[in-house]
């Protein structure tokens, strides 16, 4: 594809349940990060993968999140037994190489509200 | 491990120049300046690299000082398009963890 996409664009759920939020990176960049960005604050460093393994996932808040590359391409964070607190933008950004070395490119992001 | 960016917000007048400024308390290998509308995704503005250089494209600038382990972002002549929050972003020498800075909130008016 043209650009990052990230899928669903907002995500309605209700305490307590299970979430997927999809990554397509842009085809032949091998990192993808994830960040969480909450209002008026800058993205917050998720999970960072290089190929098909997590080379860094220290930034994931605790073992409700997971995150998944199969074939080092889409990704898919999951979330268990939301909380309120989960509520907030997820963006995902892909590059060529290793993102401290080159443009990071984003996508539109999903928006998550738990009820 | 967040940088911290200064000023917080700032308010310009068309045609008036800004600087933002990112410091890390951690040693860096690469600064990157990114732009971010209400609403929308942040916009790769450009990236620096260890070794002090600066950056310019049209009236956007930037400086990477390693030792200072710190950057600005220099505007010049904005235009209202300049509008929108600015983020640092940094890796450290490992590459692995990426951190945006805390923000700053530029505003240009005519």
């Known amino acids: 594809g043209a650009g990052v996409s990230q899928t669903p664009s907002n995500k309605v759920t209700e305490k307590g349940k299970y979430v997927e939020l999809r990554c397509d990176p842009i085809?032949?960049?091998?990192?993808l990060y994830w960040y969480r960005q909450s209002l008026g604050q800058g993205p917050e460093f998720l999970i960072y993968?290089?190929?098909?393994?997590?080379?860094?996932d220290s930034g994931l808040p605790n073992d409700r999140f997971f995150a998944v590359r199969p074939e080092g391409s889409v990704s898919t964070l999951k979330i268990q037994r939301t909380e309120r607190g989960d509520s907030a933008v997820y963006l995902c950004?892909?590059?060529?190489?290793?993102?401290?070395?080159?443009?990071?490119?984003f996508g539109a992001g999903t928006r998550l509200s738990v009820l | 491990q967040q940088p911290v960016q200064s000023p917080q917000a700032v308010i310009l007048r068309e045609g008036e120049d800004a600087v933002i400024n990112c410091s890390s308390s951690?040693?860096?290998?690469?600064v990157h300046w990114y732009r971010q509308k209400h609403g929308e995704a942040p916009v790769f503005l450009m990236i620096?690299?260890?070794?002090?250089e600066q950056k310019g494209h049209d009236k956007i600038s930037a400086s990477f000082n390693e030792k200072k382990q710190q950057s600005s972002l220099y505007l010049t002549a904005s235009q209202l398009s300049y509008s929108g929050t600015y983020f640092c972003?940094?890796?450290?020498?490992?590459?692995?963890?990426?951190?945006f800075g805390t923000g700053t909130s530029l505003t240009v008016i005519p």
């Open positions: 993968f290089q190929g098909t393994g997590a080379a860094d």
């Open positions: 972003g940094t890796a450290t020498n490992t590459g692995n963890q990426f951190y």
């Open positions: 085809s032949g960049h091998t990192a």
């Open positions: 620096l690299l260890k070794g002090g």
């Open positions: 951690k040693a860096l290998y690469s």
């Open positions: 950004a892909s590059s060529l190489q290793a993102g401290g070395l080159d443009i990071q490119y």
